[in-house]
C-alpha cells in the first residue's frame, strides 16, 4: 500500500532547465547591451562551459566569464549579468506543467508528500517558498543540508523515517535515472522516471531500476491508484482464498 | 568655472536608507510567517545590531541572524528572509526625489557629471543600472575597484584626472561629512552637503569643510550656477579694471 509520494524537486516539480536556459541568454544580452564587446554566441557558449566546469551553483561566473573571454574586470557588464539573470528567475519561475494539479489531488486523497533534492538548502527552499509549494509538502529534504546526496541510501532512508513510512510504502518521481530512480530503488521504494528535461535521454544505464517511466506528471497519481488497487484486489482474493 | 559635479551615490543619488529599511522589516515579517518562533521587534533589533558588527554587505545575516537567536539552522526560514528581502529591494529601489530632475538640467547646462562611491562595485552599478542612470553619467569611480575609499584624496584625484578637469572645476555632492566633504575639500573641490538620511545628524565635526548644505537635491544646479555666475562677475570687473 502506498502512503507516501516523493518527489525530486529541479525539472521534476519545478521547471529549471528552460528557467535556467532563458535567465543564461537574458545576462549575456544584457551584458552586451551595455557594451561588452563580443558577440552573443562566443559568450554563451564559454558560460555554458564555465558553468559545466564550475558547477551551476558558483557564485562568480560573470566574473569569471570576463577573465575568459580575457576581457578587463569591468563591475558595470557583472552587473548587468547578474540583473537579467536574477529578473528572468524571478520573473519565469514556474513549476512543471501539472505539478500543481498532480500534488493537489495526491493530497486530497490522503498521501504524505514530500520533496528529497540536491542543491542548495536556501536555493532550494526560495524555489519552493517562491512558488507558494510549500504547504503541499510535509517535509522537505535537502542533501547538503543533511551532508549525503542522492543516490546515497542514507537521504532516501532518513526521509523514510522521517516520515514514518516503510520504502514500499513509498513511491519516488524524479527525473534523473541516477540519482531519484536508482538512489530510491535501493532502499526498496517504487519508482517513477518521469522523462523531462535535460536528463531526458541520459543515464540510461539505470533504466532499469524505474517500474514507471511518463512523459507527463499528470501520470503519477494514476500510477499510485492503480498500484494500491492491485494490492487491494491481491489481499482481497488472499482473503477470499483463505 | 565649475565644470564637473560628483555626486556620492548611497542616500544622494539612490534613496538607500529608506530601501534597507524596507527590504530589512519585510525579511524579517516573512521569517516570521514562515515559523521562526520570535517576536518582530526582538528579530529586527537583533538583525540591526548584525549588520552594524558585520556591516551591510555582508551576505550571511539570515542566517547570522539564527545563530544569534539561539535557533536551528533552517534553510527555509532563511530562504524566506532572501525573498522578502530581494523582492522589496527590485520593487522599491528608488532615486532620492529630485536627482533625476538635477542630473538631466545639469546635463542640458554641459557640465560633466560623475559617481564617487564606496561599496562593493556590482552592487553599487546594480543600482546604476536597474535605475537606469547609466546615461547621466561619463563615468562611475567605485573604491573597492579601485583599492582606496573616501575620503583617500587619491580617488578624488584619479576622478578629477580621468574626467580632465582640475580641483577648483569641479564641486562634489554628497550626504557624509566625513568621506564626502572632508574628502572633496582635501583635494581642494567645492563641497555640498546634501543633509539627508541616516548621516543628517552625524559627523558635524566636519561640517566647517562643507561650502554649502543643503535638505534637497534641487539646490545643487542653483548653487553650481550661482558660482560660476560670481567667478564670471568677478573676471568681467577685474578685465574692466585693467
Known sequence: MIRAVLFDLDD?????????EMARRNAIENMIRHGLPVDFETAYNELLELIAEYGSNFNRHFD????RLELPNNPKWVASGVIAYHNTKFAYLKSVRGARKVLLELKKDGYI???????????QWEKILRLELD?????????????????HPKIFKRALKKLGVKPEEAIMVGDRLYSDIYGAKQVG??????????????ELDYLDYADFTIESLEEVPKIVRGLN???KERSDSEVHAD
Do not use: C, H, Q
Open 189 to 202: 521504494m517504487r519508482t517513477v522516471w518521469f522523462r523531462y528535461g535535460k536528463y531526458r535521454d541520459r
Open 113 to 123: 508528500l514530500a520533496i528529497i533534492t540536491d542543491g542548495d538548502p536556501i536555493k
Open 12 to 20: 521534476t516539480i519545478v521547471d529549471t532547465t528552460r528557467l535556467a
Open 229 to 231: 488497487n492491485e494490492e
Open 135 to 151: 504547504e503541499f509538502f510535509d517535509d522537505v529534504f535537502i542533501s547538503d543540508y543533511l551532508g549525503v546526496k542522492k543516490p
Open 64 to 67: 569569471y566569464l570576463l577573465r
